[in-house]
């Protein structure tokens, strides 16, 4: 398992937070092989922008299997690790989460399942790791796209897959995350928590994560507070991404989340990152308009990814493509 020196650790000292860490059993549920699965996931979006998935469809072996493959690479020395980074823009990063200046207690591996990327930098076995993760990756899609399918129904979009077809094409920029964080138990003390990867929205359509049985993630609720979210290593859980948020004109709200780290257990967290083609355009829908103004100008996901990866994790990244209302 990855360690961090002392020397380390004492950098990390700014980031501690007294946080509370109760877990909340108001998460919503969908078992996407129920009938009332499109109306519980428009639900969960438009209330939590959060929901848990059951009856996914990802075979437990496919989850497992890479999951070992990935702690194989991250128990391996740092130097023999750092040869997979810096992620510009896939490969390792360890405690950087960006090129400006958050940091947090983890250490990834940002991901494509590209033939061009090279996988001979995670590991002896790297073939082994890039068939898994052909695998895993392959059908964690096929559930995002049935998941983007029950959604536009639930909202009684006319075209099934006006979601899914931006996952389906070819030129999607979907991408691939482990997120690895060590256990800290130097640090888990007198109440106090640690930052294992700092609050933030994604910029995507939606992230569909699952992590091993560890507790970490908290996501923020309307009202003001943080929840956390019991661990549960068989299901999925999914974000709405800001760009979800301006496709259906705020109706659904991309969710701030953080994770924080365990004193005593290391957490290894896999998210699917569905992300549409660079050119595509990101505007409300029509269908779901119903005469209302645009609460968004019009923009590409390409000039919106580029101003997301520009700003700090805790920004509010939609500000810049927000309609001012006259006053």
Not at 27 to 38: E, N, T
Not at 209 to 230: C, H, K
Request: aromatic share 10%; net charge positive; charged share 20%.
């Amino acid at each position: 398992m990855a360690s961090l020196s002392k020397t380390t650790t004492e950098q990390y000292s700014y980031i501690k937070n007294r946080m509370a860490a109760t877990f909340s059993s108001t998460i919503p549920i969908v078992d996407l092989s129920k009938p009332d699965a499109k109306t519980l996931i428009v639900n969960a979006c438009e209330e939590f922008g959060f929901f848990k998935v059951i009856n996914h469809g990802v075979p437990m072996e496919a989850i497992s299997q890479l999951e070992t493959e990935a702690l194989k690479f991250f128990s391996l020395p740092l130097n023999e690790k750092e040869k997979g980074g810096p992620p510009n823009p896939f490969g390792y990063g360890n405690k950087r989460i960006g090129p400006n200046g958050d940091v947090g207690w983890v250490e990834y591996l940002l991901l494509n399942n590209n033939q061009e990327h090279d996988f001979s930098l995670y590991g002896k076995n790297h073939e082994k790791f890039r068939c898994l993760l052909n695998s895993y990756t392959s059908s964690v899609k096929k559930m995002a796209c049935d998941i983007l399918e029950l959604m536009a129904e639930g909202l009684k979009i006319q075209q099934k897959n006006v979601f899914s077809k931006l996952l389906r094409d070819k030129e999607s920029d979907s991408v691939f995350r482990v997120n690895h964080y060590p256990a800290c138990p130097e640090l888990a003390v007198d109440g106090q928590n640690i930052i294992g990867f700092g609050e933030h929205t994604d910029p995507q359509i939606i992230s569909l994560l699952r992590s091993n049985n560890t507790s970490g993630l908290q996501i923020y609720l309307r009202d003001g507070s943080w929840i956390s979210v019991p661990p549960d290593h068989n299901s999925f859980f999914i974000n709405v991404g800001d760009s979800l948020q301006v496709m259906t004109n705020g109706r659904f709200r991309s969710v701030r989340h953080r994770v924080l780290a365990n004193g005593f257990k290391s957490r290894l967290s896999m998210i699917y990152f569905v992300g549409p083609p660079l050119s595509e355009k990101i505007a409300p829908l029509p269908s779901l308009m119903k005469g209302k103004e645009s609460l968004y100008k019009e923009f590409t996901w390409f000039e919106y990814k580029n101003s997301a990866y520009a700003s700090r994790l805790a920004d509010n990244r939609l500000g810049h493509f927000e309609r001012i209302a006259a006053s």
